[in-house]
């Protein structure tokens, strides 16, 4: 597994087990279909999440919000229609998510959720 492959499960891994923590239901992790994939679908009261994890080591190539682009948002978007009529069809509100992680060389780690961004 390259190391940038095992940064992004580590991200994915911190931003699941946060969600948890406060409150939010684990619906699916790294959903796939032919369009592509979700990292995290997440319930709480009666909001359905669908949560793109973004993870870097440094700020170098910018946030890792910085890396979900108007294309990506759209993408998303269809992804979570496709995973709504793949799981049970409509549910009471749908958003997109972003979490951001941010982990630096000594292994400190910075978690940022920025919810229903798209």
């Given at each position: 597994?390259?190391?940038?492959?095992?940064?992004?499960?580590?991200?994915?891994?911190?931003?699941?087990r946060f969600l948890m923590q406060h409150g939010w239901?684990?619906?699916?992790?790294?959903?796939?279909?032919?369009?592509?994939?979700?990292?995290?679908?997440?319930?709480?009261?009666?909001?359905?999440?669908?949560?793109?994890?973004?993870?870097?080591?440094s700020l170098r190539f910018g946030s890792p919000l910085?890396?979900?682009?108007?294309?990506?948002?759209?993408?998303?978007?269809?992804?979570?229609?496709?995973?709504?009529?793949?799981?049970?069809?409509?549910?009471?509100?749908?958003r997109i998510d972003v979490i951001s992680v941010l982990?630096?060389?000594?292994?400190?780690?910075?978690?940022?959720?920025?919810?229903?961004?798209?």
């Open positions: 597994m390259k190391n940038k492959d095992a940064l992004g499960r580590y991200g994915e891994a911190l931003a699941a239901e684990l619906l699916d992790r790294n959903w796939r279909c032919q369009a592509g994939e979700l990292d995290i679908v997440a319930q709480r009261n009666g909001i359905v999440a669908v949560c793109e994890v973004k993870t870097r080591s910085e890396a979900v682009t108007p294309e990506k948002a759209q993408r998303l978007r269809r992804l979570a229609a496709l995973w709504l009529a793949a799981n049970g069809g409509k549910r009471q509100q749908v982990v630096d060389s000594a292994g400190l780690t910075q978690l940022h959720h920025v919810e229903g961004v798209l």
